[in-house]
């Protein structure tokens, strides 16, 4: 894994001519891990999105930082080492296995590792079982599963996750919080979005407020009690 600083200047989203949030900074940096949040209809899936590289801002830049030497060994481009993981998971034509290898056939892994890593990925959030079922026979909280093994093998340097629990049971979220821990102690960096404070949102250091279009630093959230209401630290 490369790590790797995410850094945004002078940063504005419009939707149909309405100014989502202007942020004229933000850092996200190696060891970051992010809870995003903010009313619906807010802009944090189009910040999400800007993060990743799959939206153009209205105004402002994003730079990806990168040890020079590593820049020249590898030849980096584009937001390569940023995953985003939507609620609804684009998944692809074919069994469960093929879906998460996908993404590694670009990595210049043999054919060995990459089945390794496939059923490691697998077998860390539960679906080791359903490794050669076609997808469409899924639910989606399977198919939500699926995502986060895909994203685990690929070893991000930066994660952003949207909503990514919204359809699982506690299992299926203990698992998605251990594959998270495990990128986070190498070092990987994590922004996630969710309605409530939940066991993915306690691997977090930092909170993230959309709020007036500005983006707000609130004190960290780590004490959750059994009515979900949350204390800062």
Not at 27 to 55: E, F, H, R, W
Not at 142 to 150: S, T
Not at 202 to 217: A, D, G, K, P
Request: overall charge positive; some cysteine.
């Amino acid at each position: 894994m490369s790590q790797i600083i995410l850094e945004a200047i002078d940063l504005s989203v419009k939707y149909k001519h309405r100014l989502l949030f202007h942020i004229p900074s933000l850092k996200v940096c190696p060891g970051d891990a992010i809870y995003l949040s903010g009313q619906n209809g807010i802009g944090k899936t189009s910040l999400l999105k800007v993060m990743a590289g799959i939206q153009k801002p209205t105004k402002g830049s994003l730079n990806l930082q990168r040890p020079s030497w590593l820049q020249r060994l590898a030849g980096f481009t584009g937001q390569s080492g940023v995953i985003y993981m939507h609620q609804t998971p684009y998944l692809f034509d074919g069994t469960v296995s093929e879906n998460v290898a996908y993404g590694l056939k670009g990595k210049h892994f043999c054919q060995r590792t990459q089945r390794q890593l496939t059923m490691q990925a697998l077998r860390k959030i539960g679906l080791e079982t359903l490794s050669h079922e076609h997808i469409s026979v899924l639910s989606g909280g399977e198919k939500q599963k699926v995502a986060m093994a895909r994203a685990w093998a690929l070893n991000p340097s930066i994660l952003l996750m949207d909503e990514s629990c919204a359809n699982l049971d506690a299992d299926a979220i203990d698992a998605q919080k251990q594959m998270i821990d495990d990128l986070l102690d190498r070092g990987a960096s994590l922004v996630i979005t969710s309605h409530h404070p939940n066991k993915l949102t306690e691997c977090c250091n930092q909170q993230w407020l959309i709020e007036n279009q500005r983006l707000i630093h609130k004190p960290k959230l780590n004490i959750i009690d059994k009515d979900n209401h949350a204390f800062a630290s």
